[in-house]
């Protein structure tokens, strides 16, 4: 067994934020993984994390909740601190529990159900690319970052006149460094106040809705049983934060990635013109944007990953946007490809943890494409976009783009985009 490496002097901080909004991790990832141990990231003179940057190992890590368990936090910002949603939120519970918990919630999520509100998303998702075609300049990131929640939103029964505001305090909850989203008083008081909000608007609704119970996702989490009873009050709350995370997490930065680095490279052309992509080359942008970008886990017992032993207690980090571009997985790994297949992607995580929502997204993002193809055509950029500063999500919160409408209305028909 060889010792654990640590990163150069001169390797960027892949804790700090400023990193993927105005930096490049990637040369970091791939030299990392190159190297036949694990490397050790100090946060501080306490705190500190192995990173898990191969696709083998990030998919052994993810897969195996028995020797890493999600229930002592999974985001980084939690590190060194315990998780006060652990056994009660799923993104924070392992199996057993965490699998009689999903129950209902994963089939009404499931494939079928969400095939039968195909044309509901469709007619949510419509409206808001529609000013695409008015000649003007149009924000597309801000555009997708709203998208999911009014998806979600209507499948959860929120009320419309929250979305707005319910989007934008999702995404401070991952992006309290961002100064565009940051209140005056910081990071730390950003972020207490959008998780207060958040919690506070959940336990009012909640509240309300078990006398009127419908057919919507809250109430499905409402009227659940498991082990024995019902969710407590803290525990659908919690569910109910995870699930517009989850959304709003995913959801906006595939298409954001597309549009902000292929515009008039040819690929939006190719796909456009060939509907028979459509598959491969959606799981293919998801591959490539990694819109989580990392997950924490810690070692509940000694475990050795590539030659490198890892203690009980230890934090590893898996960062998905290096496994889904290694190249022992991904043949070109560095290249997008809208062919590429197979496409065994870890964007929605894998194993128990697999993203509960990957349906409504992957049904989201699939109607999102196919009507920006057959509407719009001729994309152009109209100014720099810009990345949003987390370390937790990998996307865009700027794109200015133009696009004219579709000759004849259907730019899948001959219309060069």
Known sequence: MHAAAAGPAEDPDLVDPALYSDGDPHPT???????????????????????????????????????????????????????????????????????????RLKKALAIKSVDRQREMIRDLVVPLIEPLGDGGTFDFAQTMLAMPMSVTGTMMGLPTADWAWLSRLTTVCIAADDPEYQEPGGRDSTLKAAHRDLFAYF??????????LGDDLLSVLIS????????????????????????????????????????????????????EVDETALNEALRWSSPVNHFLRYATRDVEIRNTRIKAGDAVVVWLGSANR???????????????????????????????????????LKTLFHELFTRFEDFQPAGRPERLRSNFVSGYKHIPITARRARGGNGRAGGTL
């Open 203 to 212: 336990q009012d609704l909640v509240r309300f809705r078990r006398n009127n």
């Open 29 to 103: 990832w791939r030299r990392m993984r190159a190297m036949d141990t694990l490397t050790r990231h100090r946060v501080d003179e306490e705190r500190w994390f192995w990173n898990i940057v191969r696709f083998e190992e990030a998919d052994r890590v993810l897969r195996d909740t028995a020797t890493f368990t999600s229930e002592r936090g999974t985001m980084l910002d939690l590190l060194g601190t315990d998780d006060p949603a652990g056994g009660k939120q799923l993104a924070a519970t392992d199996p057993p529990r965490h699998t009689e918990m999903q129950g």
């Open 224 to 275: 659940t049983e498991f082990e024995g009873r019902h969710m407590a009050s803290e525990e659908i709350v919690a569910n109910c934060y995870s699930l517009l995370l989850g959304a709003n997490v995913t959801t906006p930065h595939p298409p954001n990635f597309v549009m902000a680095e292929f515009v008039g490279t040819g690929v939006l052309q190719d796909w456009a013109a060939h509907p």
């Open 326 to 364: 290694d190249e022992a997985a991904f043949p070109r790994g560095g290249e997008f490809d809208i062919r590429r297949k197979p496409n065994k992607h870890l964007a929605f995580g894998i194993g128990p943890h697999y993203c509960i929502g990957h349906s409504v997204a992957r049904v989201s």
